[in-house]
Antibody, heavy 113, light 107 residues
């Protein structure tokens, strides 16, 4: 079955970067694009960006442009989302999602001094 | 960027009653709309796709309608497990955007 397994919780200091991974199984990795979505405490869902896992083309929300990088390693069936210049407002649960249907379990990123 | 606006923000409903949630797009998105159910501590679950296609595992009391800029999610008779936050999302154009969510709570 399709599974998306994300890396564990992270605690980072303001100004640092965080890299979250999403390992996919149960289907051909390059057949489907991946999205990254986050939810800050008490807030709604926010779309961050997308990667075509076949050719590596990315699209990002303007809100994160310049400090987000989404990559993939096809040999490891894994996608990565790196977010830099962290502030306390980046404290959130980060999700990867294949299309609309399959989601990772979420990764809590806490930004605190 | 397409702005998605949901109403109401909170809906207080008694079990067994009907609930209707609205989602409006700032421009025509045809039927490229998904609804998600979100519960605390869980990943979002795809409830509806292409405006009216029901997601895996969701019963027939959930239905979706609409096209263009106006969409509705209806729960015909609320059960205890349906109390959650519901989000709409458009996938007609980039960037993908979500509504702010409607919380369905027990009256």
């Amino acid at each position: 079955q399709v599974q998306l397994v994300q890396s564990g919780a992270e605690v980072e200091k303001p100004g640092a970067s965080v890299k979250v991974s999403c390992k996919l199984s149960g289907y051909t990795f390059t057949d489907h694009a991946l999205h990254w979505v986050r939810q800050a405490p008490g807030q709604g869902l926010e779309w961050m960006g997308w990667i075509d896992t076949d050719n590596g083309v990315t699209r990002y929300s303007q809100r994160f442009q310049g400090r987000i990088t989404i990559t993939r390693d096809t040999s490891a069936n894994t996608a990565y989302m790196e977010l830099g210049s962290l502030t306390s407002e980046d404290t959130a649960v980060y999700y990867c999602a294949r299309g609309e249907q399959y989601w990772g379990q979420g990764t809590l990123v806490t930004v605190s001094s | 960027e397409i702005v998605m606006t949901q109403s109401p923000d909170t809906l207080s409903v008694s079990p067994g009653e009907r609930a209707a949630l609205s989602c409006r797009a700032s421009q025509n998105i045809r039927r490229n709309l998904a609804w998600y159910q979100k519960k605390p501590g869980q990943a979002p679950r795809l409830l509806m796709y292409d405006a009216s296609g029901r997601g895996t595992g969701f019963p027939a009391r959930f239905s979706g309608s609409g096209s263009g800029t106006e969409f509705t999610l209806t729960i015909s008779s609320l059960e205890s497990e349906d109390f959650a936050v519901y989000y709409c999302q458009q996938y007609d154009s980039w960037p993908r955007t979500f509504g702010q969510g409607t919380k369905v709570e027990i009256k």
